[in-house]
Structures are given as structure tokens and as C-alpha cells.
């Protein structure tokens, strides 16, 4: 039997190499913007405030009754869910500028909504009176 002759290849086969991947400070990453006074930063989960609560602390700032406030306060939050739910941009100072990022229907009439509130320059949030309104 006749063997082949070993075919002299000019091919060479190269190992890949991976390069060590360059790990700069985050610091270095920011682009700062016109306006734009810091980066995003995680917020520690704070406590969760439910409606009772809530109702008080509206009862505890304005000088009215319970039983009176809970009716508004209850419309207020209605009319909140069903604008967000059909993807209107509210426009609520002193809160601020409340909007759906994202919408995922999970079923049984029941929806997650991703959220983003931009504050308001006057100190949103930082417990605004009611004198500080200029709506009276």
C-alpha cells in the first residue's frame, strides 16, 4: 500500500488571547451634562408609608377632621392611579413631574408600572406647607 505523503501546511494556529479588562473608576465614565448637578445614586429602601398613615399625616398638616380629608385624599389617589394607568404625564408641584417609563400588564387586571419622578427646584418633598402655596 501506498501512504500519502504528510502535506507540508503553511498554516499556523494562534491561541487566542484575551487582553486583562481595564477597570477605570467610575468617576472616569461620568459625563457631566449642563444642569446636572451629580450622578443617579441607589437610595436606601426607606419605610413603606400605607393610607391610613398617610391620611394622617394630611390630617396632622392642615387643620380639618378625618372623616373629612378621607374623601378627598381618596379621589386624589384615584384619579393619580387612573392617569398613570393610561400613560399621562402628571405635572404636580411641589411633588414634581410624574411619568410611566414602563408598563407590564401581569395579568388578572393587574399591571406594574415603572415610574420616574423629576423634582421640583423649590424643595419638593422637603415638607412644603401649606403656606408656601401660592394656589390659596
Do not use: Q
Request: aromatic letters at 0%.
Amino acid at each position: 500500500m501506498a501512504t500519502k505523503p504528510k502535506s507540508s501546511s503553511k498554516t499556523v494556529k494562534l491561541a487566542t488571547i484575551a487582553p486583562d479588562p481595564v477597570i477605570a473608576p467610575l468617576a472616569d465614565k461620568i459625563v457631566v451634562k449642563a444642569g446636572i448637578a451629580s450622578p443617579a445614586v441607589l437610595v436606601p429602601k426607606g419605610e413603606m408609608i400605607k393610607k391610613p398613615e398617610f391620611i394622617d399625616r394630611v390630617v396632622d398638616r392642615i387643620d380639618v377632621k378625618r372623616r373629612d380629608a378621607k374623601p378627598a385624599i381618596d379621589a386624589a389617589l384615584a384619579i393619580l392611579a387612573e392617569a398613570l394607568v393610561n400613560g399621562e404625564e402628571l405635572n404636580l408641584p411641589p411633588m414634581g413631574k410624574l411619568r410611566v417609563v414602563k408598563m407590564k400588564d401581569v395579568g388578572d387586571r393587574v399591571k406594574v408600572l415603572t415610574l420616574k419622578l423629576r423634582t421640583m427646584k423649590d424643595g419638593a418633598g422637603l415638607g412644603a406647607s401649606p403656606s408656601d402655596n401660592d394656589d390659596d
